[in-house]
């Protein structure tokens, strides 16, 4: 799956996971977000993942990644390029899980789990929602619970807007994550949403999207070109570039004229999308977020056969390594302390 963010040895965009904005029944432009951005909104630099771009502090905090559906955290943020370092090595200071709950970047959610909490959802959009979860629980690892006592969240509520469309934080981040619907939001969009809180972002942000795919900016809202950026920095999930994906801009995207904003090579616009995850959605996401099988041979020391961290290797969602005496696993953008190595 692609996800903009950011999956394993494998690759979806990021997890490199991102969609957005007309009539929301006969352009899916306005599929996945409320507004078209306009020139009086008070966008600021930042850069995230290594990559410059236009974002706004919202009343609640995020900020919104301008003329998109995903919501950032700050320190999801940097302000300058210099400040995101791609293979930055594990950090030994921070050897208990639960100082790693807010520790920035974008990360995984734990036991291939979403934990939710429903405010404000009319019935027609809770159905489809429980068709939404009901996609991606039957094809893939993940699973939905409901919250009881969890610390950990996303909060799924209306928004008020009277669209087909909907935002979303990136990533699994405490009790502050959230997806935000239209009431008359359906699967087709929701699913996408789903994939922006699994971490994932727009997949023709791909680095590798020129490969196959055209982005025609002359048709593009001037202030909505940066979202077509070509991150380098991302994390793929997917071997392949998947047009298919839930994570991919609809060909009418931002449109300003009518025309495709995005087209294959030869220029044809791709269909519209379903309320249905990829094959490489599923492959990705199953590779991010592997099944909890236990393992049939058990180490004494958990930390055998795994090598030790390098500044020189590429790493992936999902990678162990160790290092300074300790177990980590890599998430989107940093690394997780799993457990002290020696023999138990």
Same mark, same amino acid.
Request: aromatic share 10%.
């Given at each position: 799956?692609?996800?903009?963010i950011?999956?394993?040895k494998?690759?979806?965009?990021?997890?490199?996971?991102?969609?957005?904005f007309?009539?929301?029944?006969?352009?899916?432009s306005?599929?996945?977000?409320n507004?078209?951005?306009?020139?009086?909104?008070e966008f600021?630099?930042k850069?995230?993942?290594g990559?410059?771009?236009?974002v706004?502090?919202?009343?609640?905090?995020?900020y919104?990644?301008?003329?998109?559906?995903?919501?950032?955290?700050e320190?999801?943020l940097?302000?300058?390029?210099?400040?995101?370092?791609?293979?930055?090595?594990?950090?030994?200071?921070l050897?208990?899980?639960?100082k790693?709950?807010l520790?920035?970047?974008?990360?995984?959610?734990?036991?291939n789990?979403?934990?939710?909490t429903?405010q404000?959802?009319?019935q027609?959009?809770?159905?489809?929602l429980?068709?939404?979860?009901?996609?991606?629980?039957?094809?893939?690892?993940?699973?939905?619970?409901?919250?009881?006592n969890?610390?950990?969240?996303? =909060?799924?509520?209306? *928004?008020?807007?009277?669209?087909? !469309?909907?935002?979303?934080?990136?990533? &699994?981040y405490g009790? /502050?994550?959230?997806?935000?619907?239209?009431t008359?939001?359906?699967?087709?969009?929701?699913?996408?949403?789903?994939?922006?809180t699994?971490?994932?972002?727009?997949?023709q942000?791909?680095?590798?999207r020129?490969n196959?795919?055209?982005v025609?900016y002359d048709?593009?809202?001037?202030?909505?070109?940066?979202?077509?950026?070509?991150?380098?920095?991302a994390?793929?999930?997917?071997?392949?570039?998947d047009v298919?994906?839930?994570?991919?801009y609809g060909?009418?995207?931002?449109?300003k004229?009518?025309?495709?904003?995005i087209?294959d090579?030869?220029?044809?616009?791709?269909?519209?999308?379903k309320?249905?995850?990829?094959?490489?959605?599923?492959?990705?996401?199953?590779?991010?977020y592997p099944?909890n =099988?236990?393992?049939p *041979?058990?180490?004494?020391?958990p !930390?055998?056969?795994?090598?030790?961290? &390098?500044?020189?290797? /590429?790493?992936?969602?999902?990678?162990k390594?160790?290092y300074?005496?300790?177990l980590?696993?890599r998430?989107?953008?940093?690394?997780?302390?799993?457990?002290?190595?020696?023999?138990?």
């Amino acid at each position: 799956m692609k996800t903009t963010i950011i999956l394993k040895k494998l690759k979806i965009s990021l997890l490199t996971s991102v969609v957005l904005f007309a009539s929301c029944e006969d352009n899916e432009s306005a599929e996945l977000v409320n507004e078209t951005p306009t020139q009086d909104q008070e966008f600021i630099e930042k850069y995230f993942l290594g990559e410059a771009v236009q974002v706004k502090e919202e009343e609640d905090g995020t900020y919104s990644l301008q003329g998109t559906d995903i919501r950032l955290f700050e320190d999801q943020l940097t302000d300058n390029n210099d400040a995101f370092n791609e293979n930055e090595a594990p950090n030994p200071g921070l050897t208990n899980k639960s100082k790693l709950g807010l520790a920035g970047g974008i990360r995984k959610w734990t036991n291939n789990t979403i934990v939710y909490t429903i405010q404000g959802l009319s019935q027609s959009v809770r159905s489809e929602l429980q068709k939404s979860m009901l996609e991606w629980e039957s094809k893939t690892n993940i699973r939905f619970k409901e919250r009881t006592n969890e610390s950990t969240y996303v =909060t799924i509520s209306s *928004n008020g807007d009277s669209c087909n !469309c909907g935002v979303a934080t990136l990533g &699994s981040y405490g009790s /502050r994550g959230y997806i935000r619907l239209g009431t008359g939001t359906t699967a087709v969009v929701i699913i996408h949403e789903i994939g922006h809180t699994l971490g994932y972002i727009h997949e023709q942000n791909r680095s590798d999207r020129d490969n196959h795919i055209i982005v025609h900016y002359d048709n593009i809202v001037e202030n909505a070109k940066d979202q077509f950026f070509k991150s380098n920095s991302a994390t793929l999930v997917t071997r392949d570039f998947d047009v298919n994906s839930t994570m991919m801009y609809g060909s009418y995207t931002f449109s300003k004229n009518g025309k495709p904003t995005i087209t294959d090579l030869n220029g044809n616009v791709f269909p519209r999308r379903k309320a249905q995850i990829s094959a490489l959605d599923i492959e990705g996401t199953n590779s991010i977020y592997p099944s909890n =099988t236990p393992n049939p *041979n058990p180490s004494n020391d958990p !930390c055998d056969g795994v090598d030790e961290w &390098s500044r020189n290797k /590429r790493y992936f969602v999902g990678d162990k390594v160790t290092y300074r005496g300790y177990l980590y696993e890599r998430d989107f953008t940093v690394w997780n302390v799993i457990t002290k190595c020696g023999n138990n």
